[in-house]
């Protein structure tokens, strides 16, 4: 590579790298796209009738399962970037004078792209399910760009933990609590119907007040408490997440 090529110019050559890696990898495809779809019509299809969420249950799991859909992904991005960092590639990128910074980059560009993917997948299967959004068009941008802000928060915090991590195993294992967590928060069901102590923790951690948004402006009756502590817990997370990833990438190069 030549010695005078742009931080612009090695973030997407890093982006390519890590795109025919997944693209290699069919575990990558399944967790970030098949998985949450089976979890989709397991809800809707097998245990949706059990629920009681005052309207069609697949209205309700639909911004559920795209919660899903952001998280579960999370630990390939986790075990890539650990791989990275302990398997000697790092030391090529310097004698190559590829920017430091395009590394990091192209694994949150790259695992953006996938998760998106994964996020029209399930809106997809949820249309074909029967969901029936009332959101405008602006309601529906709202909706996209809080989705956009929450994977960027949750890949620089899943990029920490890899960093982290001391072994590409240890790295995936770090990033279960985050993939976890989705499903101790309103995306199954509302969390007024949990048992005490578990619904506390729902309403309280940050993919409740994402999920109710997200919920809220697809049903075109977004909720202003949610949406500010929705946007707050992204911004939180990000910026804690890309301030350790930092440092931690800082330190081991």
């Not at 074909?128 to 956009?148: H, K, N, Y």
Request: a positive charge.
């Amino acid at each position: 590579m030549s010695t005078t090529s742009s931080p612009l110019t090695d973030s997407a050559t890093m982006l390519r790298r890590n795109f025919r890696h997944t693209m290699r990898n069919p575990v990558i495809w399944f967790n970030a796209i098949l998985f949450p779809i089976v979890m989709m019509f397991m809800f809707v299809y097998v245990l949706g009738g059990g629920f009681s969420v005052g309207g069609d249950y697949v209205d309700y799991a639909t911004p559920g399962m795209i919660m899903l859909a952001v998280c579960y992904g999370m630990g390939a991005t986790a075990t890539a970037v650990n791989s990275d960092m302990t398997n000697g590639i790092i030391n090529r990128f310097r004698v190559m004078n590829i920017s430091r910074g395009a590394v990091l980059t192209g694994h949150v560009v790259s695992t953006l792209l996938r998760t998106v993917v994964g996020m029209a997948a399930i809106v997809g299967v949820g249309l074909l399910m029967g969901f029936s959004p009332s959101a405008t068009f602006p309601q529906w941008l709202a909706v996209a760009g809080l989705l956009v802000l929450t994977v960027l928060a949750v890949t620089w915090m899943t990029i920490a933990f890899g960093l982290a991590a001391k072994t590409p195993e240890s790295a995936g294992f770090a990033a279960v609590p985050l993939i976890m967590l989705p499903f101790f928060s309103s995306a199954i069901i509302p969390a007024e119907k949990m048992g005490p102590g578990i619904r506390q923790f729902a309403q309280y951690q940050p993919f409740t007040p994402i999920i109710e948004t997200v919920r809220g402006l697809l049903n075109g009756t977004p909720a202003a408490g949610d949406t500010i502590a929705a946007i707050a817990w992204c911004v939180g997370i990000g910026v804690v997440g890309y301030v350790w990833a930092l440092t931690k990438f800082t330190r081991r190069v």
